[in-house]
């Protein structure tokens, strides 16, 4: 039986392996769970949904914690790991500082390293930082490189990277959507009515928390918000507040006077889900709801100057806004000021079917095959 080591550190990494997890599993592969916890609360609280449990916890998370401190504690916890146990490969996915620090130490062992969502890029190494460098990075060294759309496959091929170890799976967030039962979003319904979040057709769902747009960006993004709830005071503004101080602070100081607008804590991923399937706008820095937006045929402003994830800028199902106060309003009001059926999504979700794991489990097989 094959040793498979799966590592991550965050949400929406937790999000996106825990369908290949699950599916390995189906597939009797022996694996071990490793959580780096550099998103502790966030990372452990996702994984329960999903009913895994981590075997292996490395607490490399500290408050206001900088980049360096943080990749020397993951490769020294890393270290460890490695030492004590013997693995076949590891999986990792997307761009964050435990994705790459998983891959080196793999690397520097001599194990395969499988890459999820492989070949996003912007080509800009400041935007998103570091993301695309931990990306890049990591490509160097992956053996599989599981790549969601042919867009990434192509940016893989363009870097040399061996067309025999890139495959176009699609992304694996929109298997984890169909993993929710309606148990679970019933359930939802009733958090949002006790905590007094009216949910109808007026409901407008705003995520931000990217480093890049921290500092005066985030003060703009604010401004934005504050027209929005003051001219459509009928919709409800729903703010699952990121807990970095750098936007926590700034939104609650400011946001929380008004009525119409909900500040709430992280949530749940099946709340948030349930969101995004009620939502009549969603604005967003995040990179994983624009690629689950469009399942819910829900349009969505893309609140950077780059993104990774164009193809959804090509279907049609979302808007590159930056966090640029006029193109912030001008697009919302063109959805806001119209009934909510009259903007639903027709185009198919470009990131995916529900189907991802499946395939790359298939790949996987196939690999230890030969
Ligand atoms: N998410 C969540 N609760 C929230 C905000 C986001 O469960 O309050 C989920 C979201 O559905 C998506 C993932 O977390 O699957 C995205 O994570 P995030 O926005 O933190 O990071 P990014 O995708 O930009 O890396």
Do not use: W
């Amino acid at each position: 039986m094959k040793n498979i080591l799966v590592i991550f550190g965050t949400r929406p990494e937790v999000i996106k392996l825990a369908p290949v997890i699950i599916e390995l599993k189906k597939h009797n592969y022996n694996v071990v769970i490793c959580n780096t916890e550099q998103q502790k609360e966030l990372s452990n609280q996702t994984l329960e949904y999903f009913g895994l449990k981590a075997d292996i916890n490395l607490d490399c998370m500290r408050e206001n914690q900088s980049l360096i401190s943080v990749q020397s504690r993951i490769l020294t916890a890393l270290d460890k790991v490695f030492e004590e146990n013997s693995f076949d490969a590891t999986i990792v996915q997307g761009d964050t500082m435990t994705v790459l620090c998983s891959a080196l130490a793999s690397y520097y062992k001599k194990i395969p390293v499988f890459h999820v969502e492989a070949g996003l890029r912007s080509y800009d190494i400041y935007e998103p930082f570091p993301e695309e460098i931990m990306r890049q990075m990591t490509t160097r060294v992956a053996e599989l490189n599981f790549a969601p759309t042919e867009k990434n496959k192509h940016a893989l091929l363009k870097e040399n990277v061996s067309p025999d170890k890139i495959f176009v799976t699609g992304n694996t967030v929109i298997d984890a959507l169909f993993c929710l039962s309606d148990k679970i979003l019933d359930s939802a319904a009733e958090f949002f009515e006790r905590n007094n979040v009216k949910i109808d057709d007026k409901l407008v769902l705003i995520t931000a928390h990217r480093r890049e747009n921290h500092g005066t960006r985030i003060d703009r993004i604010i401004d934005a918000i504050e027209y929005l709830a003051n001219e459509y005071s009928d919709h409800s503004f729903v703010i699952p507040v990121h807990p970095n101080p750098n936007v926590h602070d700034k939104i609650h100081s400011r946001l929380s006077k008004y009525p119409q607008i909900k500040l709430l804590k992280p949530l749940e991923y099946p709340y948030l889900v349930y969101l995004m399937k009620n939502a009549k706008l969603i604005l967003t820095d995040s990179g994983g709801i624009q690629e689950e937006a469009p399942s819910f045929g829900c349009p969505t402003l893309v609140m950077r100057y780059e993104t990774e994830r164009q193809e959804g800028i090509d279907a049609g199902v979302s808007i590159l806004v930056g966090a640029d106060y006029d193109k912030i309003i001008d697009f919302s009001e063109e959805i806001l000021s119209k009934p909510k059926n009259l903007s639903r999504l027709q185009a198919q979700n470009p990131y995916g079917d529900g189907k991802s794991s499946q395939k790359i489990v298939k790949i996987i097989k196939n690999y230890f095959a030969d």
